[in-house]
């Protein structure tokens, strides 16, 4: 089960030590429902047969979408700038860029090399808002978006894969420690997929 952390103590340069896991929450969805107008026996077992069919049909969908999204994620060539951040852009944004000090909204998902997501604003169904540039995340968070050092600045709209070194992250500290275990262990690469949404 992936564990979801309260931003500002994930994304800030200086996360505080009492940062605890919290589950996720798994939203359920209906992939079919019954009319009212099946009323006799008949009429529902014909729906249930589609319901069945569908059911399956829909499974088949999202495999194949499971693999396809795998392609993408393993299709992703990284370019290696000076700093030693790595990008790879899903999406080249069509918006203006930001700017040092502007209050900017981005939706992401943060994991480690091992694929296990640590933080999703996605999960919380709201982006992030930060000032960039001035030290409110970390530091591969504003080289990624602002650009500088061989990385190109993120345009609004646009979607990219940021690897981090541990030197633009959280370094040997790590982050969400507790009881000596850390959400984030010390001397971690991260990967964040980033969509730079606009302004704030």
Known sequence: MATTLLLPSVLSPTPPSSSAPSPSHHQTISLTSIPASCSNNNNKHAVLKLTRRHTIGFGLVLSV???VTS????????????????FCDKLLGYGSQAEKGQLIKAHYV???????VFDSSYNR??????????????KGWDQGILGGDGVPPMLAGGKQTLKLPLELGYGQRGAGCRGGYCIIPPDSVLLFDVEFIGKA
């Open 110 to 116: 943060g994991k480690l090399e091992s694929g296990t």
């Open 71 to 86: 392609a993408e994620a393993a299709e992703c060539e990284f370019t290696v700038a000076d700093s030693g951040l790595a």
């Open 65 to 67: 979408f499971d693999v």
């Open 125 to 138: 169904g709201k982006p992030l808002t930060f000032r960039i540039g001035v030290g409110e995340v970390i």
